[in-house]
């Protein structure tokens, strides 16, 4: 069973430099963009939603605007929020569960370590509070109490062809999700790699909690991924150069493989 999977871009931001995405570079004051994705995993009937991405009023808050509220951003493909249905967290920063008020019918999946961490004495520090924003972590818990929150410990299936794995690193309880394509077996880091610099150059992220945890979690994002061409960085603005076009200018299409390779 082989899904379509699209990454869907909806924001950027300029104005940083490479020490913003990378630990001990010798170019730490040269630009570096980052775009902002959600991804659409689809099977004859079945819609699988991956991350929310954030929405205006998040986007005010923090001084980064975005180009396409994630409702607007499925619009090419037909989907309306209300649709969907079951909805992957890959864990809850602001910019990958800022959305999730906007899709109100979705079962979330979650590693319980994620929850574990975003509720915890860890955001006691501010630190490592930075990245969250408490009203979506408090949607998260609202989501629990519905009955609609399918928590994942480690490793868990979410459909046929459809495999979460957690990773930790950037966050407790981050989970890269696998998928089952034609190309063969795709594997969505989202920020267990932001860049693919930061996986194939072994060169970590600084937003960190256990720095061990991201690294080793390089290796297991190669494990998943049945190529190397087919693992998808969370942020990398190098994924619309290496993947076409699909519907939208704000969408491509991952699923076939790349149509050109820069690593």
């Not at 989501?143 to 490793?155: A, E, I, L, S």
Request: contains cysteine; charged residues 25%.
């Amino acid at each position: 069973m082989s899904w379509q999977v699209h990454a869907l871009k909806y924001g950027d931001r300029s104005g940083r430099t490479r020490a913003d995405s990378f630990i001990f570079d010798d170019n730490h004051d040269a630009p570096h963009d980052i775009d902002y994705f959600i991804w659409v995993l689809r099977n004859g009937p079945q819609t699988i939603l991956v991350d929310t991405g954030y929405d205006h009023a998040e986007a005010a808050s923090r001084g980064r605007p975005i180009a396409l509220d994630p409702r607007e951003a499925l619009t090419p493909l037909g989907l309306e929020p209300e649709e969907i249905t079951q909805l992957i967290i890959t864990h809850l920063h602001y910019d990958h569960a800022g959305g999730l008020h906007l899709f109100p019918n979705a079962t979330i999946h979650l590693q319980a370590a994620e929850m574990a961490y975003a509720t915890g004495p860890c955001m006691c520090h501010d630190t490592l509070k930075m990245p969250f924003t408490a009203d979506h972590v408090c949607e998260a818990v609202k989501r629990v109490y519905q009955g609609r929150c399918v928590f994942h410990d480690g490793d868990g299936q979410i459909a046929e062809g459809v495999t979460v794995h957690r990773i930790g690193g950037h966050s407790r309880g981050l989970q890269a999700v696998r998928v089952l394509t034609d190309a063969g077996w795709l594997c969505l880091a989202s920020d267990a790699t932001h860049f693919y610099e930061n996986i194939f150059e072994r060169k970590p992220f600084p937003i960190v909690v256990d720095l061990q945890d991201m690294l080793d979690g390089f290796g297991k994002l190669e494990a998943l991924a049945s190529e190397k061409r087919l693992i998808i960085p969370g942020h990398d603005p190098l994924v619309r150069e290496c993947f076409p076009t699909d519907g939208a200018g704000h969408i491509f299409r991952l699923d076939r493989g790349p149509s050109k390779w820069l690593f």
